[in-house]
């Protein structure tokens, strides 16, 4: 039994949703937590050992995670969420927790970048350090950070491929259920050239936004 394209539809769909809607809350989680990993190390504007001492390990245990095994280890959890463990929605809540440390190394990276002199002349006008965060820090990284949620949001693409293994829906499930499973060589080369062109659509944005954001 070959694919439909109401299927193939349906299941970019799937994708398209989990992606954007694990984006938007790990976005929401990680931008935050990667400005205190940068602004609470040692030497920085808001210094604080205890901070960063609790956040990094907690950041770094999360990362070292496989989201194969993330999403089984997390199943009690998603079911507390949003009731099932089954299921395309279901399946945003580990996809949050995979992503949300991934763009915090990220968006730290981003801000490490920003040369000190910037900060240093922020702070000597008496810039606050909540004025040094927006005014300063971050508008100097926007457009590395750009390219961080740009890779961040690729990755969740790849995620929700492995999440179709365990029934999340999406262009995974599809490949599995019919391409591996029904022995369909069609609908595995349909999903990957499917894949590929919504990471190359999304790089190159991402690549362009930034650029504009650097000649500003």
């Not at 400005?35 to 770094?60: C, D, M």
């Not at 040094?132 to 491929?161: K, N």
């Not at 995974?172 to 050239?193: C, E, M, N, P, W």
Request: hydrophobic share 55%.
């Amino acid at each position: 039994m070959e694919v439909t394209s109401e299927q193939i539809v349906q299941a970019v769909y799937q994708t398209l949703y989990m992606v954007s809607a694990s984006l938007l809350f790990a976005t929401i989680i990680g931008i935050p937590l990667g400005v205190l990993l940068v602004v609470t190390r040692k030497g920085h504007i808001l210094e604080n050992s205890f901070i960063f001492s609790l956040l990094n390990p907690v950041v770094n245990v999360l990362r070292s995670v496989p989201f194969i095994i993330l999403l089984v280890a997390i199943i009690p959890l998603t079911r507390l969420i949003v009731g099932t463990s089954i299921g395309t929605t279901a399946a945003i809540v580990p996809l949050v927790i995979y992503t949300g440390p991934y763009i915090a190394r990220l968006v730290e990276n981003s801000l490490l970048e920003v040369d000190a002199g910037i900060i240093e002349a922020a702070q000597a006008m008496g810039a606050t350090p909540v004025q040094v965060i927006f005014r300063f820090l971050i508008p100097e990284a926007l457009g590395s950070l750009v390219l961080s949620i740009t890779t961040a949001t690729i990755g969740l693409i790849g995620a929700t491929a492995m999440a179709g293994a365990v029934g999340a829906g999406g262009l995974g499930d599809l490949a599995i259920t019919y391409g591996h499973q029904r022995f369909s060589t069609i609908t595995i080369v349909a999903t990957v050239i499917i894949l590929v062109v919504m990471v190359q659509g999304i790089q190159s944005l991402g690549n362009r936004l930034a650029r504009n954001i650097r000649r500003r």
